[in-house]
């Protein structure tokens, strides 16, 4: 699979989710990573499969694959460079099991902590190019 830039899907009715997407845009400075709705247009012509997309779930499709949860957290991390990168690291040092243990039970509360969004992220005006339907 031959992917130019990384994409991350998000649930685009979660505000948790836009709040990772607009703290992603803004810590990468190289403009590396695109962001995608699941269910979007993008969605459907990269991953669909015709099984329901699991939404309480982080997607990041890159030239290693299709990567979730906190598997697709430490690859944006890292992403990022600098201390993101080493934290990214760390974190995946951790076995996956205890880091999605982890990633599942913030899932679980998005929408109580974060609720949930009527409209689609509003990146910076440099950012625009970023954001996939």
Known sequence: MSIRNPIVFYDGECG????????????DGRGRFRYA?????????????????????IH???????HVRSSAVCRLLIGFGGVWKFLGCLLWLVPRPLRN????????MRYRVAGRVDA???PAPDAVDRLLP
């Open 16 to 27: 948790m989710c836009h709040g990772m997407v607009r703290f992603a845009v803004a810590r």
């Open 101 to 108: 243990l982890g990633y599942r039970m913030v899932a679980s």
């Open 60 to 66: 990041l499709l890159d030239e290693q694959g299709h």
């Open 120 to 122: 689609c992220t509003i």
């Open 37 to 57: 709705p699941i269910n979007g247009e993008t969605w459907k012509t990269m991953i669909e499969d015709g099984s329901e997309p699991d939404t309480n779930t």
